[in-house]
């Protein structure tokens, strides 16, 4: 009779044991970094350098020829064209 009750109280403890929940530490909380806030820096007027540019797009196509004072834009959307010639 004594050995029944040690088994069984062996047994619950081991139960008991076995099935309680393993609680893991928190992992440390993550380094703060340093924000250093950015300097602004004014854009500069940018002046349009001589050349020529072709931009073809869903919308059309547009072509911007310069050369010193004389400037040349040719826009063609929808199957209309448009041609603006400055001096």
Do not use: F, H, Y
């Not at 076995?18 to 893991?24: L, V």
């Not at 993550?30 to 602004?40: D, H, K, R, T």
């Not at 020529?52 to 196509?61: L, R």
């Not at 040349?72 to 929808?78: A, L, M, R, S, Y």
């Amino acid at each position: 009779m004594k050995k029944l009750t040690m088994l069984l109280g062996l047994l619950t403890v081991l139960t008991i044991v076995s099935c309680r929940e393993k609680k893991d530490p928190p992992p440390p909380p993550p380094p703060q970094a340093e924000s250093v806030p950015a300097e602004s820096v004014p854009e500069a007027s940018k002046e349009e350098a001589d050349g020529t540019s072709v931009n073809v797009g869903t919308d059309g196509v547009d072509i911007q020829t310069k050369d010193g004072k004389n400037e040349t834009k040719v826009t063609v959307e929808g199957g209309e064209a448009n041609i603006e010639i400055k001096k």
